[in-house]
């Protein structure tokens, strides 16, 4: 997967500006996100981008995860407890 993440690609990203514009996101003082994405090189903006959507997938999958991991559990303990009631 990494080999084919790269692929596209004719050089690296300058991981320090890719990194660094990743963690103002999260800073609260600091604005103009979309002017700097505007002002990146396609290199990195297109790795800005391919992180965060990587990042979007890992969260869906450990919540899809953990909602299986739930729902298993009701089964098997709340809905004979609650099947018992009726």
């Given amino acids: 997967m990494i080999v084919s993440f790269w ?5 690296l990203p300058d991981f320090a500006e ?17 002017e700097k ?13 391919r992180i965060k959507l990587f990042n979007i997938i890992i969260q869906l ?10 729902f298993e559990c009701y089964n098997k303990y709340a809905f004979p407890i609650l099947s018992s009631l009726d």
């Avoid at 505007?38 to 800005?48: A, G, L, R, S, Y």
Wanted: hydrophobic share 30%; glycine share 6%.
């Fill in 7 to 11: 692929s596209n690609f004719s050089g």
């Fill in 18 to 34: 890719v990194y660094s514009f990743i963690g103002s996101i999260f800073d609260p003082n600091t604005k103009g996100h979309a």
């Fill in 37 to 49: 994405l505007k002002e990146m090189d396609p290199i990195n903006f297109e790795t800005v981008s």
């Fill in 61 to 70: 999958c450990d919540m899809q995860r953990k909602w299986k991991n739930h």
